[in-house]
């Protein structure tokens, strides 16, 4: 059972690049999240999804688009890469367990 | 505006003692808290969590409370071992307990536990 399984776990982009980080959990969960995790600021939620077709911000969405055309998987989209969005990105599946998600691995991403 | 805040950016005890964690929330409609915890290169792990309803929940070495009145909540580790070092993050749903896998972090606590 894999879990939360994302891909790459490392990348470099120029300025104005664009990219898709992938995003697949093999556990049926309805719920998916992405977060980046900055040094001093934690964990904070980019963009949200209850379901296949349904997707939300949340607290950091700008230069991020998100899609859900399945249950499994939910890619996160950077258009045009900026230097700010040098990060460790998260994504999430949660079951209706109140609150309790299961991370992938992360992807580090530096912008340059 | 953070609403979910670790004050402590580290600590550092001795194997065998105890540790404490905390955690000050501004958000009185928070009505589920978690702890996670993350070793470097990988993802946040659930360690436990406690509903509003209660001021305790325990699970094995681990004990998180509760105190609504201050919109405060500790995680203890009893006894702590070199294997608790990581970094905890105290987190809530953003609209309670059904905004499922929808959360908000604290900044995160380093915790190293020496031999």
């Known amino acids: 059972n894999a879990g939360v399984t994302q891909t790459p776990k490392f990348q470099v982009l120029k300025t104005g690049q664009s990219m898709t980080l992938q995003c697949a959990q093999d556990?049926?969960?309805?719920?998916m999240s992405w977060y980046r995790q900055d040094p001093g600021m934690g964990l904070r939620l980019i963009h949200y999804s209850v379901g296949a077709g349904i997707t939300d911000q949340g607290e950091v969405p700008n230069g991020y688009n998100v899609s859900r055309s399945t249950t499994e998987d939910f890619p996160l989209r950077l258009l045009s890469a900026a230097p700010s969005q040098t990060s460790v990105y998260f994504c999430?599946?949660?079951?209706?367990?109140?609150?309790?998600?299961?991370f992938g691995q992360g992807t580090r991403l530096t912008v340059v | 505006d953070q609403q979910v805040k670790q004050n402590s950016p580290s600590l550092s005890v001795q194997e065998g003692r105890i540790s404490i964690l905390n955690c000050d929330y501004t958000n009185s409609m928070f009505d589920y808290f978690l702890w996670y915890k993350k070793y470097p290169a990988e993802g946040p792990t659930f360690l436990i969590s406690i509903s509003s309803i209660k001021d305790k929940n325990e699970d094995g070495r681990f004990t998180v409370f509760l105190n609504k009145s201050a919109k405060h909540l500790s995680l203890h580790i009893v006894p702590s071992q070199p294997g608790d070092s990581a970094v905890y993050f105290c987190?809530?749903?953003?609209?309670?307990?059904?905004?499922?896998?929808?959360?908000?972090f604290g900044q995160g606590t380093i915790l190293t536990v020496h031999p």
């Open positions: 999430a599946s949660s079951s209706t367990n109140p609150g309790e998600a299961f």
């Open positions: 556990m049926n969960h309805e719920y």
């Open positions: 987190a809530a749903p953003y609209a309670g307990g059904t905004s499922y896998g929808k959360l908000t």
